[in-house]
Nanobody, 123 residues
Framework: QVQLVESGGGLVQAGGSLRLSCAASGRTFSRYALGWFRQAAGKEREFVAAISRSGSSTYYTDSVKGRFTISRDGARNTVYLQMNSLKPEDTAVYYC????????????????WGQGTQVTVSS
């Protein structure tokens, strides 16, 4: 398994941008597909985006398409989530996670999780 640590969250006004990073430990980074999830207060954890092991394929939930971009850097063992045109409804704790399978949207398909980073979008 891989250990994951997120960073980059914060407070931003609506329409602004943030870039989240998720650093992975270990030499097995390239073996895993990676995903970003988020969980708003009082709500279930929901899928945001996923990227394949090679980085050549990406998949997004409809509500973030055209605004968020997931990418990965194998040399740095890091996955990113670039978030543009942020909306108050994007406010949540954001988690990265690793999976053996690509484009899975169910959290139970992911086997390692980071601790999360808070993103707050003010109106």
């Amino acid at each position: 398994q891989v250990q994951l640590v997120e960073s980059g969250g914060g407070l931003v006004q609506a329409g602004g941008s943030l870039r989240l990073s998720c650093a992975a430990s270990g030499r097995t980074f390239s073996r895993y597909a990676l995903g970003w999830f988020r969980q708003a207060a009082g709500k279930e954890r929901e899928f945001v985006a996923a990227i394949s092991r090679s980085g050549s394929s990406t998949y997004y939930t409809d509500s973030v398409k055209g605004r968020f971009t997931i990418s990965r850097d194998g040399a740095r063992n890091t996955v990113y989530l670039q978030m543009n045109s942020l909306k108050p409804e994007d406010t949540a704790v954001y988690y990265c996670a690793s999976s053996t399978y690509y484009s899975r949207t169910d959290p139970s398909d992911y086997n390692s999780w980071g601790q999360g980073t808070q993103v707050t979008v003010s109106s």
